[in-house]
């Protein structure tokens, strides 16, 4: 319920978080938007949290898995994306 301590709990765990991503996509343009969605996961499903368990395992699985996610959407844009070399050389 405090603005402020979830404020600094979202600041706190984004180097953990990028860690993950970067762990799992490697270094690139979308690391930060990899970052930002798995904020907003995290936002939406705190509700599942539970206080008696250890928060770190509990986030870095969400992490883990929205990469992943995000790892799939990105092998799938890369298979229908099409190049013409024409294009390209000018």
């Known amino acids: 319920g405090d603005g402020a ?3 600094a709990l979202l600041q706190a765990i984004v180097p953990y978080v990028r ?4 762990r799992c996509l490697g270094p690139g343009a979308d ?3 990899a970052v930002q969605e798995v ?3 995290v936002h939406e499903i705190r509700h599942t949290y539970e206080p008696a368990r ?3 395992p ?4 969400i992490a ?5 996610d995000i790892a799939r959407q990105r092998g799938r844009r890369a ?3 099409v190049y013409d070399d024409d294009t390209l050389t000018g």
């Open 64 to 68: 883990s898995r929205r990469c992943i």
């Open 79 to 81: 298979r229908r994306e």
């Open 39 to 41: 904020l907003i996961v």
């Open 31 to 33: 690391l930060d938007d």
């Open 58 to 61: 509990w986030l870095g699985t």
């Open 5 to 7: 301590a979830y404020h």
């Open 19 to 22: 860690a993950i991503a970067r």
């Open 54 to 56: 250890p928060f770190k």
